[in-house]
């Protein structure tokens, strides 16, 4: 029987570089509060010695800690960079980036977007406010009136429609992954649907799931809202699915 020595093989790691430790360290004084947005970081120089580290580390460790959005250095300012509020900035871009790569198939993203949606719906109808339900028909009605002016203007008025109802959650995580997750699925196929037989179809079809679905919004009736959601989805994007991937898709038709 072989030894450990020859049925293992790790391959070898490279060194932490200590300016991720720096980034480490920083982040996680504003992240738990100790660093507060608006206040300033040390001195370039004080903070060599604080870390125990050359001029070269630090200034690496603030240029990743400001591409990240977490401080901004001034020019000129001698009290040192200033921490950012978080915003969901760096999220969304992380977020958009990884939709985007190759290694995720349109199955998948429109898997999740069925998934996303549909839950999306189902707190929108269970917790929109009566100003945010007539967002919602406000919208609908731009939806409505952008029939007769093209492909581009109605999707335009069908993404805004899907932000007042994420908005309606009060979740910023299911607005930002449903706007990031939306805007990829419609840019890997919107030339194929604005070039259909009969795009005004499309359109129709479309503004009708709307409407049913803010009859659920307004009723407060979360699972027929999910429910609509998945299927309309399902409906609109499954035939630019890989014909042997789309069982992936129907188990949440049934839920």
Known sequence: ????DQQLRFAPVSRVR??????????????????????????????????????????EALRVLQSNGLVRSRAGDPRGPQVQPVSSGALEKSMTMLARASALSLTELVQFRMLLEGSANQLAARLRTPEQLAEMEAALEVMRAALDEGFAEFSRADVAFHETVAKATGNTLIQICGAVVRDVVVSLIEDKIAHAPDSRALMQTSLQHHANVLDAVRDGDGDRAASLARQSLYDYYAEYVPEDERAKLLPLLRS
């Open 1 to 4: 029987m072989p030894n450990l």
């Open 18 to 59: 200590a300016y991720e430790r720096v980034v480490e360290q920083i982040e996680a004084a504003v992240l738990d509060g100790r660093l507060r947005p608006g206040e300033h970081l040390p001195s370039e120089r004080e903070l060599m010695v604080q870390f125990d580290v050359g001029r070269s580390t630090i200034r």
